[in-house]
């Protein structure tokens, strides 16, 4: 039987050693290689070539999806799950949306974490369904609509809401509606804040 190698990524080394354990008692795993920061990870990954990689999302050098999206520069077709304690709906869109093919928490079932290594190891997401139900309530509790989209844009430049309302042939009580619809959504109290999330998110195309 062909063993998937692992690549673990995480800053303490008791937990490292515990998922080593855990891992190499299955007969088709194999830990090929351990990191301890996002530097390392990188230069493991290219190294090794994991058939899956294991990735904290708090690293002491950079964030976790930093280190997705470098390994994912030079192997897009990289098979990475993020493995963490963090659970916010912001950091499991973020994840997702730069490639991870997994999310899963430390207090996962061990039973869960082998099926999420398989499922990866063979192409497939895995995303366990407390993980799946929060991403879906974010992801709908936050959509914006194509006008606020192109409000928003708008106001990354630098418009006013009078300037908004001349360049898109609305009143200005028009565009300040679709604002505080944008900062509801955003769950935000200003606008800049509101911009950087878009941009965070994806939702902006050049970054300010």
């Known amino acids: 039987m062909e063993e998937i190698k692992i690549l673990l990524v995480d800053d303490h080394t008791i937990v ?10 299955q ?8 990191a301890a920061n996002g530097a390392e990870a990188i230069t493991c990954y290219r190294k090794m070539t994991p058939d899956v990689t294991l990735l904290d999302l708090m690293l002491p050098d950079m964030c ?15 098979s990475i799950a993020i493995l963490t304690t963090f659970q916010r709906e912001e950091d499991i869109y ?29 192409g497939e997401h895995y995303i366990p369904p407390g993980i799946a139900s929060k ?11 194509t006008r606020e989209l192109e409000i928003l844009a708008l106001i990354s430049e630098g418009y006013a809401n009078k300037e908004i309302a001349a360049k898109m042939y609305i009143t200005e009580g ?6 505080n619809h944008i900062l509801h959504k955003f769950s935000v109290k200003s606008r800049t804040k509101a911009v950087k999330i878009a941009y ?8 300010p």
């Open 27 to 34: 007969d088709d795993m194999l830990v090929v290689g351990e």
């Open 64 to 78: 976790g999806v930093d280190v997705l999206k470098k390994i994912r520069h030079f192997d897009p077709e990289a």
């Open 16 to 25: 490292r050693e515990g998922l080593r354990m855990l891992i190499e008692l």
């Open 94 to 122: 973020l994840a997702l949306k730069s490639g991870a093919r997994g999310y899963l928490l430390k207090d996962s079932p061990k039973s869960e974490l082998f099926e999420a290594i398989r499922k990866i190891k063979d």
């Open 200 to 207: 965070d998110r994806g939702l902006l195309r050049n970054s």
């Open 174 to 179: 028009t565009v300040k509606t679709h604002v």
């Open 135 to 145: 991403l879906a309530a974010y992801v709908s509790e936050s959509s914006l609509t």
